[in-house]
T-cell receptor, first 112, second 119 residues
Framework: KQEVTQIPAALSVPEGENLVLNCSFTDSAIYNLQWFRQDPGKGLTSLLLIQSSQREQTSGRLNASLDKSSGRSTLYIAASQPGDSATYLCAVTSNTGNQFYFGTGTSLTVIP | NAGVMQNPRHLVRRRGQEARLRCSPMKGHSHVYWYRQLPEEGLKFMVYLQKENIIDESGMPKERFSAEFPKEGPSILRIQQVVRGDSAAYFC?????????????????FGSGTRLTVV
């Protein structure tokens, strides 16, 4: 069964810093990997989607990489802002499954 | 495009009552997924439906929970005789194609969730 782990569980940084969030998964046979943002009491907002054949995706200050063979993905956030404070979730879909497997998230706080 | 619409946003039920959660997928999406997020836990898959069909319900509790996605109207997640342990946020997602079908760069779009509180 696929297991997704996110490290660290919580992270606090001063505004303006660059930061990296980590995601690892146990089964490398994935179809895609998606990073989401979840604000307290709110739903999930999709940030970046990486297909298994891709190595990275970029959107604005966000860059996500995927190393399928080692079962790892990173989300890089440049020049962090207080508005980036949220929980960031990593999720993978297997080739044969109908579901995403979610990590438990990294809670990010950006201090003004 | 209004996105994935879930209602109600908040639902309070007494123990033993029934809870009905509704999800309208994005326009053009025919695949619906339900996830549950228990307090302090990650999102867990419950069920995957296409129009009028349950494709995968491997994450659904065996009793009291059911889901449908009729030909017309929203998908419904129904919880009968609710208990305190059912208190959670229930999220619905939709996609144009199912995952693992090689149809290109399509992911899930999630709704804002229904927060169920059982008192």
């Amino acid at each position: 069964k696929q297991e997704v782990t996110q490290i660290p569980a919580a992270l606090s940084v001063p505004e303006g810093e660059n930061l990296v969030l980590n995601c690892s998964f146990t089964d490398s046979a994935i179809y895609n990997l998606q990073w989401f943002r979840q604000d307290p009491g709110k739903g999930l907002t999709s940030l970046l989607l990486i297909q298994s054949s891709q190595r990275e995706q970029t959107s604005g200050r966000l860059n996500a990489s995927l190393d399928k063979s080692s079962g790892r993905s990173t989300l890089y956030i440049a020049a962090s802002q207080p508005g980036d404070s949220a929980t960031y979730l990593c999720a993978v879909t297997s080739n044969t499954g109908n579901q995403f497997y979610f990590g438990t998230g990294t809670s990010l706080t950006v201090i003004p | 495009n209004a996105g994935v619409m879930q209602n109600p946003r908040h639902l309070v039920r007494r123990r033993g009552q029934e809870a009905r959660l509704r999800c309208s997928p994005m326009k053009g999406h025919s695949h619906v997924y339900w996830y549950r997020q228990l307090p302090e836990e990650g999102l867990k898959f419950m069920v995957y439906l296409q129009k009028e069909n349950i494709i995968d319900e491997s994450g659904m509790p065996k009793e009291r929970f059911s889901a449908e996605f009729p030909k017309e109207g929203p998908s419904i997640l129904r919880i009968q005789q609710v208990v305190r342990g059912d208190s959670a946020a229930y999220f619905c997602a939709s996609s144009q194609f199912p995952p693992g079908q090689g149809r290109g760069n399509y992911g899930y779009t999630f709704g804002s969730g229904t927060r169920l509180t059982v008192v």
